[in-house]
Nanobody
Framework: QVQLVESGGGLVQAGGSLRLSCVAS????????MAWFRQAPGKEREFVAL????????LYGDCAKGRFTISWDNANDTVYLQMDSLKPEDTAVYYC???????????????WGRGTQVTVFS
């Protein structure tokens, strides 16, 4: 079982930046996939980005391309999401998750953090 704790969310003006962190503990997730999803009120959970440990393969959702970057700190089992050029439509709770397969579908993942709120105002 893996425990995941997100942090780094907050209130930011449109055009600004935030960096989210997700710390994993309990079991290693090396050779697995780490992913970020987000969910706004009344909407489905949306894929943001993923990284596969075995190959360093990364994939971004349409909402994140060109603005967000997923990265990692191997020594501290931490995955980051750098978010630049933020827009009001980026407002959501951001969740990190881990699983065996590299998937853009939220239901393919079993272990989730509790999320961190990101609010972008214009």
């Amino acid at each position: 079982q893996v425990q995941l704790v997100e942090s780094g969310g907050g209130l930011v003006q449109a055009g600004g930046s935030l960096r989210l962190s997700c710390v994993a503990s309990g079991r290693t997730f090396r050779l697995w996939t780490m992913a970020w999803f987000r969910q706004a009120p009344g909407k489905e959970r949306e894929f943001v980005a993923l990284r596969r440990w075995s190959t360093n393969f990364t994939l971004y959702g349409d909402c994140a391309k060109g603005r967000f970057t997923i990265s990692w700190d191997n020594a501290n089992d931490t995955v980051y999401l750098q978010m630049d050029s933020l827009k009001p439509e980026d407002t959501a709770v951001y969740y990190c998750t881990t699983g065996v397969a590299a998937s853009k579908v939220a239901s393919d993942y079993a272990d989730w953090g509790r999320g961190t709120q990101v609010t972008v105002f214009s």
